[in-house]
């Protein structure tokens, strides 16, 4: 939500916030679908509720405070440019505050890899990126979470 907010208020960006309570129960039901799918291939494909609901007009960021992989396992059903922002590695951290900066998943990181998606897309320059990123504070140099 914060994150919405900042691409909202400061860069004009327009977004939609969704939360996911089961990355676990989305993968059930594609795995549901493409066995359903591969089982009648004569009958009209049936589509999972992640193609419905994400049909690959827009950026997708996926933001987690478990491992990337978890956000992963709906990937190829997102039709849409899909983004994973994950705590991998170990935290050296004393707030959940602290961890999602360190792993580069607060609100800053959020809107960034929107904004490079975006610009991915042609939408935005990669200058207006960079320009973000230094407004943001965050510094271009810091190191990999996952390698620290």
Do not use: C
């Amino acid at each position: 939500l914060a994150a919405a907010e900042l691409l909202e208020s400061k860069y004009q960006v327009s977004t939609e916030v969704w939360s996911v309570t089961s990355f676990n129960e989305l993968a059930r039901d594609m795995q549901d679908i493409d066995r359903a799918n591969l089982l009648d291939p004569l009958a009209t494909p049936k589509t999972s509720f992640v193609q419905e609901s994400l049909p690959g007009d827009s950026p997708v960021i996926a933001a987690t405070d478990y491992i990337r992989a978890y956000a992963e396992q709906i990937r190829g059903h997102v039709a849409a440019d899909y983004r994973v922002l994950g705590t991998d590695g170990f935290g050296r951290s004393d707030t959940r505050d602290k961890l999602r900066h360190f792993f580069e998943v607060d609100r800053s990181f959020v809107a960034l890899a929107a904004l490079n998606a975006l610009a991915d897309g042609q939408v935005i320059s990669k200058s207006d990126v960079a320009k973000a990123r230094d407004d943001m504070g965050i510094d271009a140099s810091k190191s990999n979470p996952r390698l620290v």
